[in-house]
């Protein structure tokens, strides 16, 4: 009766052990998953400046997305500067900025350009017309 009690212990403690190494195999391979799924976004960040490269605060930064026609928008910081991230490397994007009645011109992030970051500076050279 003990080598059956025995064995039923011994029984358990291995699928003890392989029901915890499959687990964590489990949590290593969620873990790989989220980090190939932050390598495929990008980040678009700048600044905006105005005709005289001054960096302009308050400016509206708008990001179309030519897949969805979505379009998300942020606000300068007090030094020009704004920031687009998590970004499909599989969609091409437009980006201009406006303050004021004046815009840039409209920049356009390829999904054949497979940098990650694009760093853009973007001038409100000319008047908005309204269209």
Do not use: C
């Not at 930064?61 to 969805?68: A, D, M, Q, R």
């Not at 970051?117 to 409100?124: A, D, G, R």
């Amino acid at each position: 009766m003990k080598a059956t009690w025995k064995l039923a212990l011994a029984t358990v403690v291995v699928m003890a052990t392989v029901v915890v190494m499959a687990m964590a195999a489990g949590m290593l391979f969620a873990q790989g998953s989220s980090k190939g799924k932050d390598s495929e976004l990008r980040t678009v960040r700048g600044t905006v400046i105005d005709k005289d490269e001054t960096p302009v605060d308050s400016a509206v930064v708008y990001l179309k997305n030519l897949h969805t026609q979505d379009i998300v928008t942020h606000l300068s910081a007090s030094d020009g500067q704004f920031r687009f991230s998590g970004l499909d490397l599989n969609v091409d994007y437009e980006i201009h900025a406006e303050h004021e009645g004046w815009m840039s011109n409209s920049r356009s992030i390829s999904n054949f350009d497979t940098r990650k970051e694009f760093v853009l500076t973007l001038k409100l050279d000319h008047k908005k017309t309204g269209k």
